[in-house]
T-cell receptor
Framework: DQQVKQNSPSLSVQEGRISILNCDYT??????FLWYKKYPAEGPTFLIS???IKDKNEDGRFTVFLNKSAKHLSLHIVPSQPGDSAVYFC??????????????WGLGTSLAVNP | KAGVTQTPRYLIKTRGQQVTLSCSPI?????VSWYQQTPGQGLQFLFEYFSETQRNKGNFPGRFSGRQFSNSRSEMNVSTLELGDSALYLCASSRQPQGGGYTFGSGTRLTVV
């Protein structure tokens, strides 16, 4: 059972336009969310995160929005650039006993930004 | 500073064999996590080590095991390999086992034939 779902396996946008990547989760205990970007033959790299006490976090061209009531978060990239073409993973975690956390990952969305 | 180093980058093994993968974390990072990535299953958490102790474990059979050494380097072992074990195995390190902000290595591509 996928607790973190990225329902769009792929997305294609034009350079300069906005890219919106979506992520839904089912576990209401998740309180920390992250986005990672992965290029082929490389490991994922951390992009941006958001805590459940916020509904928005911005870092340059990247903004993550969190809607707790809908259990939904989205990553906005504005403006999109060809170098943004990669697979984007959404991940979530919840505080567990003993201060442990475990990241639960979505399956990823492959973004293609066309020049 | 040097990133997370995984060796080897590529590996081909036959069914029934065993394999050991190595991960050297970023200097100063004491937490090391291992993930299996396959096209249909995305990133699946295997286990996390911190200060030589396993802190978290995913839902993988006992054929998958790991350990961490005093210098924070970690190894992952898979015994009695199956075709379905073919995947990209990723290692990630962080200063603390916080469940986020990890730095990943480039992975080891394991092919079981």
């Amino acid at each position: 059972d996928q607790q973190v779902k990225q329902n769009s396996p792929s997305l294609s946008v034009q350079e300069g336009r906005i890219s919106i990547l979506n992520c839904d989760y089912t576990n209401s205990m998740f309180d920390y969310f992250l986005w990672y970007k992965k290029y082929p033959a490389e490991g994922p790299t951390f992009l941006i995160s958001i805590s459940s006490i916020k509904d928005k976090n911005e870092d340059g061209r990247f903004t993550v929005f969190l809607n707790k009531s809908a259990k939904h978060l989205s990553l906005h990239i504005v403006p999109s650039q060809p170098g943004d073409s990669a697979v984007y993973f959404c991940a979530a975690s919840a505080q567990k006993a003993g201060n442990n956390r475990k990241l639960i990952w979505g399956l990823g969305t492959s973004l293609a930004v066309n020049p | 500073k040097a990133g997370v180093t995984q060796t080897p980058r590529y590996l081909i093994k036959t069914r029934g064999q065993q394999v050991t993968l190595s991960c050297s974390p970023i200097s100063g990072h004491r937490s090391v996590s291992w993930y299996q990535q396959t096209p249909g299953q995305g990133l699946q958490f295997l286990f996390e080590y911190f200060s030589e102790t396993q802190r978290n474990k995913g839902n993988f059979p006992g054929r998958f095991s790991g350990r961490q050494f005093s210098n924070s380097r970690s190894e992952m072992n898979v015994s009695t390999l199956e075709l379905g074990d073919s995947a990209l195995y990723l290692c990630a390190s962080s200063r603390q086992p916080q469940g986020g902000g990890y730095t990943f290595g480039s992975g080891t591509r394991l092919t079981v034939v």
